[in-house]
Every structure is written in C-alpha cells, then in structure tokens.
C-alpha cells in the first residue's frame, strides 16, 4: 500500500520523524534475509540492497529507508535537521511500551509503506499465504541471543499493550500455532504516528470526534469542576464524570470547548448504537477499539446514552467497567434527568449537574451570532427569556431567520419578526395526543373586554416579560423555589377564557399549548401522572403558553383518602402544583366554577382573573366589531336594540354573527338585515334551552 507516500505529500512530510526508526527496521529486515539463504528472485533489485551496503548504513545511517528515495518528497537535508521525534514518542509513552513493543510496531507498519513487504514476509514464512510478519519472525530478528526468546514472547499475551489495546491487527487462519500469529499494526496507531484522527469501520457506527465549530461557548462552573476533576496531571485512575443535564443542554459542545483550551481532543460514543445482545458476535471489541482511540490521542471520551448500561445494553457494562480503570483516561459520562443510573464497579464517580444557560449567556451568545445586517432595535433581552436554544441550534437559528428576512424584505435588516419566526419553529415541542398547538392571530383589538381586564391581562405579560430581571435583582435568593408564572381564569362558558389566553400568547410571540385532558386523564393508577410530567417535560423546552382548559376535570379538590384511587388522585394533584410552582414560562388554567378547584391552588396561582358576561356597553361593542368589512349590514340594524335584547356572551354574538351571514347568503340577500340576525339568536339560545322573545 504506497499510497500514504505516493497519494500525500503532506503526510510524508509530516512523517519525516519516522524515517529514521524505519530504517533501522529495513536494514535488520534485509540482513535477516540475506542470513536466511535461498533469495528470492520475486523481489526487484531495487527494493533490496547489497549486503556491503546493509553493514555500511547499520553503521552510519542516512536517516531514512533507501526505498524512499525514488518518491523525491522531502529534502534529505531537512530530515537530518529535525529532530527525531514525534508521535511515537507519545505512543511509548501512553502505553507504556518497552522497545522491543516499539519495534514490533515499527515492524508491523513497513507494509503500510511499501506493499512490497508482503513478498518479502511471505518468503521469510515459506508461505505465499503468510504475508505479513509473525510473532515467531519478530522475536527471532530483535532477539540478541536465544535465552532472551522466552522474555520476549511475553509481550504477545493477551494481557500485554501490543494485545489488550488492540495495538496490532492479528491473523492466526494460516496457522494455528500462537507464535505463527500473524499481525500488522492497527490502522488507527497508523493513522495516529501519521498525524491524523480518523474513525475506521465498524467503529464508526458508534464513535466520532467532536467536530470544532466556532462556538466557543461553555459554563464557568463546569469549567471549573472539569478542570479539578479531569484536567489535572496524575498517574491514577481518575473519577467518571457523571454529566446530568436535559437532552438539548449543549453538554457536548460545552465538554468539547473545555477540553480544547487545554488542546484535549472529545471523542463521543453513543451507547446506543453499539449492536445488541443479537448482533454482539458481529462487532466484537468496539468498546476496547475505542478506549484504544482515546489513550492514543490523549483524548477526553464523552459517553452519550449513559444510561443504556442499565437497560438494553447491560451486557456491555461488565467489559465497560474493566476498560475504563485505566490510569490518566479522562471520561464524561451524559445521563438525562430520570434517567436510571448506572454503577460502574471498581471506579470513583462523581456527578455534576450541568448548569443551564441564564438569559444573560444566551443574549451574550446571540449578540455574538447576530449577522452585520440586524436590526439594532430587537430586544435580545425579551427573546432569550422567552426562547429556549442552545450554542449548538443558534447558528442554524440565524440562518433560517435570515431566510425568513428574505423572503419578507429581501432588502431589508433582520427583524425581531424574523428571529422570532425562527427561534419560535426550533422550540416546538412534539406533544402528539396531550395537547393541540395553536397559532395566535388575534390580539387585543379583537378582545372586547372590560378595562379593569384588560388592565390585568397586561399585567399577566408584564409579569412574564420582567419575570427573570426582577429574580436576577434578588428575589431569587429571597424566594429560593416556586418562581413559576400561573394564572387562574375562570368565569361562565364563552366569557373569553380561551381567546384571551391566545392573545396573550400572541403579544408574546408564542403558540399557544392547549392541553387535551381527555388524553391526559387516565383511569389507571400513576399514568395521569405521567401524562402530566410529559406534557411539563416538553412545555419546558417549548416555548409557548401552556394552557389547560376545563382545568377543575384534572386539578379537581383533593379528597380524604378511602382507598389507593383516592389516594393517587390526591397525589395527581399535589404533583401538580408542584410542577406549576417552578414551571419556567407561563401556565394558564381555565374552569367555568373556581369553587371546583383544590383550594391549595389559590395561593399558588400568581393572578386569578374572573371573566364575566358582559354588560350592555361591552355587548354593543361586541356587536359592532364582529362584522368583517367586507359585509354589508342593513341600515335597519340597531346594535343598542340588539345589546338589550338578551344576555349573550362574546362566543354567542360570534356565533349569530358568522350564522346570519350564512342565513342572509342562502336568501340571496345583498345584506344582513333583522330577520337574519334574529332566527340567528333563536337557533344559538336553542343550543341551551333558552327562549328568545
């Protein structure tokens, strides 16, 4: 295989420290050749050199294997004047190898070089089939004496670097005798002294190196445990870090910037995509393949799916905790909250919660993304308390929201319209059955509402929009837990619960979440529960306003306990205000009856907001606004008339207003008169039981 010299000049020249140990290897090879007799007329003259010439290169060496000489890569002066030195060093050293290991190494990497070595091999074994070297070949060619042959043959038991990490590739089909194994040193220790980090098959379907990106971002705090935990220089074995943090909290990215401002490679294995207990024959040895990857590269190994070690790939956790007692290896292990832990025998470890990102970081870490045609008038502030994202998604934020500019103003700067379009798209959660997203497109124009709730509906978003900036101030401290933002609406049927909450959201900026409560309500014991942790769990990474509607169905008063249904009803229901008193966004409940909810609720809800019918003034104005302009109404219609009349709600005039129109479309009338809007009533009271006179 010529082609790392042919095919990469870089490569070549970054090899230069190695040509002198190849050579070394190259003149004991050939002497071992010429000292076997019966040469073999296979191999060209041009890759073997003269005895005479052997003996005069062992004493006064060119620095470099007489082959490479025709490839005319690097000048021959430059590689007297560098140092002989380089990765192998750090290989020796990392592994602890002696110098015959070093030279079984050397020796398993000449047919890297130089596919003619394969010939060469094979006529030393009096084999064609035995093309690479043997361990039997080894010992004889570095051997001084024959005494030494039992000491040197213990550097190939299995316990031994060369076998136990996986140093060498073996291959005994040729012959069943151990010290005829064949072997050619691994490709990764190849690729390793060749200055490259390459993931080889199959490891790749499990394992790959933490690309750099130009986000830079970590938290001091995780800095600084890191820095006492992993980044000091001992000879022991070193704690597992076990890294607890949600899914979308950046963990990698921030273990991978920490490790690279001491120039530590992250290599990350995901647990979950190691075979399973199936399919383990097929892959064997991924796990010691890429340990062997980590000490190569003094690298720091990042464990994805932790967790897994206690479920459907326990069988990997026994070999997992032989491999990772090793001295000097550093290793961050990524567990979820809720997720079931695992004990790794024999080993220290030590948990570290990762820390979340104030608004404060991420408006410093958007600043930082904004592209040079922003709109210097966006509030960054806002939006980072608002939205959730991440170092790792902002970058692609940015770019959709710049395609969100383009396509509303080619032109134009980049809005806070289009960074809310697209921060809002990346947070949506998948809520399947539990809830419905809702998309606001009304606002308060369109909320026919009394002053006085008007006024409290505003504040329900000031609330919001200076929740984090008064905490910051101090409070946090003061008030320790139940920082959450909940409101209580309640009030009659059609009073304008609903709507009210979607045009809250939509000063927001935000979907609406409408939780179903006949998905989430569940007669067996503990699933209601569940349902309700899930729904908190998305919420939480979602950022729209949360909203349960007929709320009394789900948050209902607590009951003296007769049996274990009681029992777990109650326990629903103290879950709940539990999650309600720290729920980081908002949280609005509807009922039509306060008195149907748990008392406890009252003192936990930041604002309680009563929604009642209307009054004739309102009714008016209801009146007025509900017809589109595109609508003509007939003179003869007398909204005062009309507000008299009977007591309706906004959902009732709605309702009339959208079926008169039908009633005067169907009689082919050019405009909505009496008549229409008055069989219009009658119909929608009749839904209920009302008379209309």
């Not at 003619?116 to 004496?145: C, D, M, T, V």
């Not at 909290?249 to 992250?266: C, G, K, P, R």
């Not at 080993?347 to 979340?356: C, D, F, G, N, R």
């Not at 539990?434 to 909320?447: E, G, K, M, V």
């Amino acid at each position: 295989m010529n082609f790392p010299l042919t095919n990469n000049h870089c490569m070549a020249a970054e090899l230069h420290w190695i040509y002198p140990h190849l050579e070394r290897i190259d003149l004991l090879l050939q002497r071992y050749y010429y000292q076997k007799g019966n040469w073999y007329d296979s191999l060209p003259e041009s890759f073997l050199l003269t005895e005479d010439e052997i003996e005069q290169r062992l004493i006064k060496p060119l620095g470099m294997p007489h082959w490479l000489k025709k490839y005319d890569i690097i000048d021959h002066g430059e590689i007297e004047n560098k140092a002989i030195t380089g990765t192998l060093s750090l290989l020796i050293e990392r592994f602890e190898l002696t110098e015959f290991e070093r030279d079984i190494l050397l020796l398993g990497l000449l047919p890297h070089f130089d596919s003619r070595y394969h010939a060469l091999f094979a006529f030393l074994h009096g084999n064609s089939k035995k093309q690479w070297p043997s361990f039997a070949l080894a010992i004889e060619l570095f051997s001084q004496r024959q005494s030494d042959w039992q000491l040197l043959q213990n550097s190939f038991l299995p316990q031994t670097p060369l076998i136990n990490h996986h140093l060498l590739q073996l291959n005994n089909d040729e012959d069943p005798i151990w010290l005829q194994t064949q072997f050619l040193t691994h490709s990764s220790v190849w690729h390793f002294l060749s200055g490259q980090r390459v993931i080889l098959p199959p490891l790749i379907a499990c394992a790959y190196w933490h690309s750099s990106v130009s986000q830079t971002w970590y938290p001091q705090t995780l800095y600084h445990s890191l820095k006492k935990i992993l980044l000091n220089e001992i000879d022991e074995v070193r704690p597992l870090v076990i890294l607890k943090g949600k899914q979308d909290s950046a963990q990698e990215l921030a273990v991978s910037n920490i490790m690279a401002l001491h120039d530590i490679s992250t290599l990350i294995l995901d647990l979950a995509h190691l075979p399973d207990e199936e399919n383990i024959n097929t892959k064997p040895d991924l796990l010691t393949d890429v340990i062997r990857e980590a000490r190569l590269h003094d690298a720091c190994l990042l464990i994805r799916n932790f967790s897994l070690l206690a479920g459907e790939k326990k069988i990997y956790q026994s070999e997992l905790s032989t491999l990772l007692n090793q001295p000097k290896l550093r290793v961050v292990c990524l567990v979820e909250p809720g997720d079931s832990f695992v004990w790794i025998q024999h080993l220290p470890m030590v948990q570290i919660e990762m820390p979340i990102a104030t608004p404060a970081e991420k408006k410093a870490i958007l600043t930082e993304n904004l592209p040079n045609n922003a709109d210097r008038e966006i509030n960054l502030t806002q939006l980072c308390q608002r939205f959730s994202f991440t170092p790792e998604t902002l970058p692609l934020i940015i770019k959709e929201a710049c395609q969100y500019q383009i396509l509303r103003q080619p032109e134009d700067q980049l809005k806070e319209i289009d960074l809310r379009k697209a921060l809002n798209f990346r947070a949506q959660q998948n809520f399947g059955k539990l809830a419905q997203r809702i998309t606001p497109r009304r606002s308060f124009n369109d909320l026919v509402i009394s002053e006085g709730l008007t006024q409290q509906l505003k504040e329900i978003i000031a609330a919001i929009n200076y929740r984090n900036q008064i905490l910051n101030a101090g409070f946090q401290e003061k008030i320790g837990y139940g920082t959450g933002i909940s409101a209580l609406f309640y009030g009659e049927s059609g009073t304008g619960k609903t709507m009210a909450a979607e045009v809250i959201a939509g000063h927001l900026g935000v979907d609406l979440i409408k939780v179903d409560l006949s998905t989430v309500v569940n007669k067996y014991i503990g699933e209601t529960e569940k349902n309700i942790s899930r729904i908190f769990d998305l919420a939480e990474a979602d950022s729209g306003v949360l909203f349960f509607d007929e709320a009394d169905a789900l948050f209902g008063k607590r009951s003296e306990t007769k049996d274990s249904q009681d029992r777990h009803a109650n326990i629903e229901v103290s879950y709940l205000l539990q999650r309600l008193e720290n729920y980081p966004g908002l949280v609005i409940l509807a009922t039509n009856n306060r008195s149907h909810l748990d008392s406890a609720f009252n003192r936990r809800f930041t604002f309680i907001t009563h929604f009642t019918y209307p009054d004739e003034i309102l009714r008016k104005q209801m009146w007025q606004a509900i017809w589109p302009k595109q609508l003509h109404l007939s003179d003869e219609l007398n909204f005062d008339h009309l507000s008299k009349q009977t007591d309706l709600t906004g959902a009732n005039i709605r309702n009339i207003a959208l079926l008169s129109s039908i009633l005067a479309e169907n009689d082919n009338s050019e405009k909505i008169d009496n008549k229409h809007i008055e069989r219009a009533i009658i119909l929608e009271l009749n839904k209920t039981g009302r008379l209309f006179f």
